[in-house]
């Protein structure tokens, strides 16, 4: 029964790692599978277990464990949707225009290095995904040259995926290690915002020395909207929102998505606040809009919700591989016959190769899944390096191929960007970003544990 559970979910990894050969949207599999699994759990009765750190398996019973994680991804669920709504709330109010006024060069070596880094700190507040969308949205409005548009798309996936790296709201998969209490926001930030500030500038160090990025770009348009107040306050105080969190699950040691619900209460408010107040002064001049919406219900309307689906299949999915405890007799196998490279003080035994693999292997598939599979597998206490190489590896090896990370994929769409085209002018930058932040990671890790 084990292999067939095995089967199932090899299958659905592929729909998944597959969907654009498939045109099959990647929920689906991720659903279907999730379903099917623990199907075959209840039918066949077989024995179900919770992972119990220094323990190991203890057994419960069925629906007590499929609860617990079902309560575990739901608390990644509701953060990110807040999250999303928080963002859909700032583009109501035009707010991302706000970004525009902090272009003032026509340098194309400049505008690189201004875009790399805007996306880079966009992406470990607002995710990489939508500094991506942002980014090359405002790109679209200032580079006329479709090539020179391409390489930029380019380096703004390599800068958005390493800032989602080292933020526990950067990306889906450090805030879901951040939520199942593997990494704190503060040790997570120590050992890799160094190590992904490499993966982002050495790739753009070089690509500023090529030739496509010589001279100028055309005259950039001005934006009437880029200074308007209530622009400008939402983007802060959205942006705000978001970056409170973390400091509110320090304060109060609650789940981080009671403190996105705060965030996103107030963040509502002001919206409703300064929506109200707009519509009643265009009706006072006479403008009687019939389209007047709460921004609340329009933000909730557009929210990610396929996304929100997918995440919830493939973590219910590997959850049942988990309660049936095949992650971590599979964790225990890697432990005891892949050698660890890293240092002898380290408490943990999780070879750098396999934390490697993983990363080069987010390129091809989901990260999401393969970070699921790893909070399940290992067994290993709280900011152990290991989950700090991991949330680094996972964020940044996606850029390699412009499939590997939801960045490269909007990316894609938003450019037509070619997969071989990515491949042949990007990947190689990024594969170099990736191995020069993994040795300083490395590096840095065996000089604080050294330190201690």
């Not at 109501?92 to 706000?98: E, H, K, L, M, R």
């Not at 969190?245 to 002001?270: E, R």
Request: charged content about 15%; proline content about 3%; aromatic content about 10%.
């Amino acid at each position: 029964m084990e292999i067939l559970l095995v089967v199932i979910f090899v299958l659905g990894y592929l729909g998944i790692a597959m969907e654009h050969t498939f045109k099959i949207d990647k929920l689906i599999p991720a659903l279907a599978m999730m379903a099917v699994l623990w199907a075959l759990i209840a039918i066949n009765h077989l024995e179900v277990f919770e992972i119990i750190p220094g323990i190991g398996k203890e057994s419960h019973h069925l629906e007590g464990v499929l609860l617990h994680h079902l309560g575990k991804t739901a608390e990644i669920l509701f953060f990110l949707m807040g999250a999303m709504t928080i963002v859909e709330i700032i583009d109501y109010f035009d707010g991302f225009s706000t970004i525009k006024s902090f272009i003032r060069t026509k340098s194309k070596i400049k505008l690189l290095w201004l875009f790399s880094t805007l996306a880079f700190v966009l992406s470990a507040i607002i995710d990489n995904l939508t500094a991506t969308i942002v980014l090359i949205t405002i790109l679209q409005k200032i580079v006329s040259d479709k090539e020179t548009r391409l390489w930029f798309a380019g380096l703004i996936v390599i800068a958005a995926n390493a800032g989602g790296a080292w933020s526990p709201i950067g990306d889906v998969t450090t805030t879901m290690l951040w939520i199942a209490n593997k990494v704190s926001a503060s040790q997570l930030i120590i050992h890799v915002l160094l190590p992904s500030i490499v993966c982002y500038a050495l790739p753009t160090l070089v690509a500023s020395r090529m030739a496509i990025f010589k001279g100028n770009i055309d005259e950039i348009i001005a934006d009437e909207n880029a200074n308007s107040y209530n622009s400008a306050l939402m983007f802060y105080l959205g942006l705000g929102g978001i970056l409170f969190v973390p400091i509110f699950k320090t304060l109060t040691h609650l789940p981080p998505y009671v403190g996105m619900m705060l965030s996103l209460a107030v963040v509502a408010a002001v919206a409703e606040y300064l929506s109200n107040r707009r519509f009643k002064v265009g009706k006072a001049m006479g403008d009687h809009d019939q389209n007047h919406q709460s921004p609340l219900h329009k933000s909730l309307s557009k929210i990610e919700m396929p996304s929100l689906l997918f995440f919830l299949g493939i973590l219910m999915a590997v959850a049942a591989l988990e309660s049936l405890g095949m992650l971590f007799d599979f964790a225990g196998a890697l432990e005891a016959n892949v050698p660890y490279l890293g240092t002898e003080h380290a408490s943990t035994k999780i070879s750098d190769l396999v934390v490697l693999l993983l990363g080069a292997g987010s390129a091809i598939i989901d990260n999401v899944p393969l970070v699921a599979a790893s909070i399940g597998m290992f067994q290993i206490g709280m900011d152990e390096p290991a989950w700090h190489f991991i949330a680094y590896a996972a964020g940044t090896g996606g850029s390699i191929l412009i499939i590997g990370s939801a960045a490269g994929v909007v990316a894609m769409g938003m450019e037509k960007i070619d997969f071989f085209w990515y491949l042949k002018k990007i990947g190689g930058l990024a594969l170099l970003g990736f191995l020069a932040g993994s040795g300083v990671f490395v590096i840095l890790r065996d000089f604080l544990l050294n330190a201690h």
